[in-house]
């Protein structure tokens, strides 16, 4: 697919807003992507899935999607499945991949027996919730700890746990999100994330983009709506530390066979430099706060440049390729 021609494109939806807890962020990220591709050339419409019916794609000569929809029922594995069934090529991984992604246990399964570094937890089925259960944890996964829902993204849920008597607390605020509930040890260290662009060989690791947040407090409002989290790009980081960043990401990438882009959230342990893969994010923000794109222009690729480069990349499963 040549990035010259936008007309090669055909019609283009822009899916953004959606139904999840993250709905506001991809608003803002779709609004970008949208006035991005308008600025290039490309007949790019906007298409909220909360609003409108997924088969109207299809009514009204939609040729390809640009997927800019974050959490649940946008990068689980749902819609990509109904747009497999429609036909109409979509940017981002397939639906085994995303709904693999969105669940932050199975990756771990995944990753774990790939011997890709990610760090110890314990699950908390629905059915696992008693207080005996939940107050075992930390004698298994040591103190402080994180507790979240393994199917939402944002930091939306999560709770850093000090001591024992927050634990209780932290289950139940995860569990308003998701029947299931991840504890994770806490790796005490540096927050960096690493994007990638492209599909099997021709995928590369963008640089890596540190993240310093005020007490260490990267969650939504931090993320989204403050500009006190500090991010380094490029990230200062030793030039080995970064290679080694770039190649887990990368191998975490390919594990869950994602594809078009993504990016991983890593943390560096302070006492050993060793980095540990937290998350892979399937469809990454786009907003102004994004970190996908802070990335794209160290590496010499504009914004504008980036979201019709992702558009080029938009597949279908059945066919393995781009439309």
Same mark, same amino acid.
């Given at each position: 697919?040549?990035?010259?021609? +936008?007309?090669? &494109?055909?019609?283009? $939806?822009?899916? &953004?807003?959606?139904?999840?807890?993250?709905?506001?962020?991809?608003?803002?990220?779709?609004?970008?992507?949208?006035?991005?591709?308008?600025?290039?050339?490309?007949?790019?419409? *906007?298409?909220?899935? $909360?609003?409108?019916?997924?088969?109207?794609?299809?009514?009204?000569?939609?040729?390809?999607?640009?997927? #800019?929809?974050?959490?649940?029922?946008?990068?689980?594995?749902?819609?990509?499945? #109904?747009?497999?069934?429609? !036909?109409?090529?979509?940017?981002?991984?397939? =639906?085994?991949?995303?709904?693999?992604?969105?669940?932050?246990?199975?990756?771990?399964?995944?990753?774990?027996?790939? @011997?890709?570094?990610?760090?110890?937890?314990?699950?908390? $089925?629905?059915?696992?919730?008693?207080?005996?259960?939940?107050?075992?944890?930390?004698?298994?996964?040591?103190?402080?700890?994180? =507790?979240?829902? +393994?199917?939402?993204?944002?930091?939306? !849920?999560?709770?850093?746990?000090?001591?024992?008597?927050?634990?209780?607390? @932290?289950?139940?605020?995860?569990?308003?999100?998701?029947?299931?509930?991840?504890?994770?040890?806490?790796?005490?260290?540096?927050?960096?994330?690493? #994007?990638?662009?492209?599909?099997?060989?021709?995928?590369?690791?963008?640089?890596?983009?540190?993240?310093?947040?005020?007490?260490? *407090?990267?969650?939504?409002?931090?993320?989204?709506?403050?500009?006190?989290?500090?991010?380094?790009? +490029?990230?200062?980081?030793?030039? #080995?530390?970064?290679?080694?960043?770039?190649?887990?990401?990368?191998?975490?990438?390919?594990?869950? !066979?994602?594809?078009?882009?993504?990016?991983?959230?890593?943390?560096?342990? @302070?006492?050993?430099?060793?980095? &540990?893969?937290?998350?892979?994010?399937?469809?990454?923000?786009?907003?102004?706060?994004?970190? =996908?794109?802070?990335?794209?222009?160290?590496?010499?690729?504009?914004?504008?440049?980036?979201?019709?480069?992702?558009? *080029?990349? *938009?597949?279908?499963?059945?066919? !393995?390729? $781009?439309?």
């Amino acid at each position: 697919m040549s990035l010259q021609d +936008p007309k090669l &494109f055909g019609k283009v $939806a822009v899916l &953004f807003g959606g139904s999840s807890a993250e709905r506001e962020v991809s608003l803002m990220s779709g609004a970008g992507v949208l006035e991005a591709l308008r600025s290039r050339g490309v007949d790019a419409h *906007a298409f909220d899935p $909360a609003e409108r019916d997924l088969t109207d794609l299809k009514r009204e000569g939609f040729d390809r999607c640009f997927v #800019a929809l974050h959490g649940r029922h946008g990068e689980d594995g749902t819609v990509q499945g #109904a747009l497999e069934l429609l !036909g109409i090529p979509y940017t981002g991984s397939g =639906v085994m991949a995303s709904s693999v992604a969105m669940d932050k246990v199975m990756t771990k399964r995944i990753w774990q027996a790939d @011997a890709l570094p990610t760090p110890k937890y314990v699950r908390l $089925a629905f059915d696992q919730q008693s207080r005996e259960q939940i107050m075992v944890v930390p004698d298994v996964l040591g103190l402080p700890l994180i =507790v979240k829902p +393994p199917r939402e993204g944002s930091s939306i !849920g999560v709770t850093k746990v000090q001591g024992y008597s927050q634990m209780q607390d @932290a289950v139940a605020l995860s569990a308003k999100f998701d029947a299931d509930v991840l504890c994770e040890e806490f790796i005490e260290g540096e927050e960096v994330t690493c #994007a990638v662009l492209g599909q099997g060989l021709d995928a590369r690791a963008l640089p890596v983009v540190r993240i310093a947040a005020p007490e260490g *407090a990267y969650d939504y409002q931090n993320k989204y709506f403050t500009d006190d989290v500090k991010y380094q790009c +490029p990230s200062g980081l030793p030039e #080995a530390e970064e290679r080694e960043i770039q190649r887990i990401t990368l191998a975490a990438y390919h594990t869950l !066979g994602c594809r078009g882009w993504g990016r991983a959230d890593v943390m560096i342990r @302070a006492s050993d430099r060793k980095p &540990f893969l937290l998350e892979m994010n399937t469809s990454p923000g786009m907003t102004s706060h994004s970190l =996908v794109p802070m990335s794209a222009r160290a590496a010499g690729i504009p914004y504008e440049e980036l979201c019709v480069r992702v558009l *080029a990349s *938009a597949a279908l499963d059945a066919k !393995g390729g $781009a439309n």
